[in-house]
């Protein structure tokens, strides 16, 4: 079985300072790793994903990711945090040594940045 | 850019009614989800549909049904809504295997009463 977590709920950061959403993951064979963010009263918007190779992964709105095999983990980071980032985060993973399509996604963290 | 509409962003229906939610992606995506999602638990796969006319369950497919007759529509049907399917129901949809992330739709907020 494969599974998500999300150990914060909440993450509070002032604008400026860098920002981390922390996310560790179990599957059984080799991940495909997903972050997502929801704004208010939206869907989930991708972020980015961790495939195969490099691994640290940039994707939208200066958001990037580095991937641990041996931390198990999928870090959120951004150098510089803006009011606009304020929504909330979904990692998500998918086992891609079987043939099921299911994803499955964390909790979600909330990040609120303080002006 | 793919986009992935639900029929309506806020639904209102009584105990015991039938309940239809739809969704329509318009990148000819050969997968659909099917998710609610409720505070501190995050999304929850209900059904996903790989192909039309194919459907597999999710993690709670309990009280639900779904519908794929058209390759670009996927329906979530709530049998007999009760109250604790009270909910965020979200629908995405994903291209090819090399595509790897999902597309979602605004989301319909459900309140049975």
């Known amino acids: 079985a494969q599974s998500v977590a999300q150990p914060e709920d909440q993450v509070n950061v002032a604008e400026g300072n860098p920002l981390t959403v922390k996310c560790t993951y179990s599957v059984s064979g080799n991940p495909y790793l997903f972050w997502y963010v929801q704004y208010p009263n939206r869907g989930l918007q991708f972020l980015l994903k961790y495939i195969t190779g490099d691994n640290l992964v940039k994707g939208s709105y200066g958001f990037e990711a580095e991937f641990n095999k041996s931390q198990t983990s999928f870090h959120l980071k951004k150098p510089s945090a803006l009011v606009s980032d304020s929504a909330l985060y979904f990692c998500?993973?998918?086992?891609?040594?079987?043939?099921?399509?299911?994803?499955?996604f964390g909790t979600g963290t909330k990040l609120q940045v303080i002006p | 850019d793919v986009k992935v509409t639900q029929s309506s962003r806020y639904l209102v229906k009584r105990t015991g009614e039938k309940v239809f939610l739809e969704c329509v992606q318009d990148m000819d995506h050969e997968n659909m989800f099917w998710y609610r999602q409720d505070p501190g638990l995050g999304l929850r796969l209900i059904y996903f549909s790989y192909d039309v006319k194919m459907k597999e369950k999710g993690d709670i497919p309990e009280g639900y049904s779904v519908s794929r007759e058209k390759k670009e529509r996927f329906s979530l049907i709530l049998e007999s809504a009760s109250t604790n399917q009270t909910s965020m129901y979200l629908c995405?949809?994903?291209?090819?295997?090399?595509?790897?992330?999902?597309?979602f739709g605004p989301g319909t907020r459900l309140t049975v009463t």
């Open positions: 998500a993973v998918r086992d891609h040594s079987g043939g099921y399509q299911k994803v499955t």
């Open positions: 995405a949809s994903r291209g090819a295997i090399t595509t790897y992330e999902q597309y």
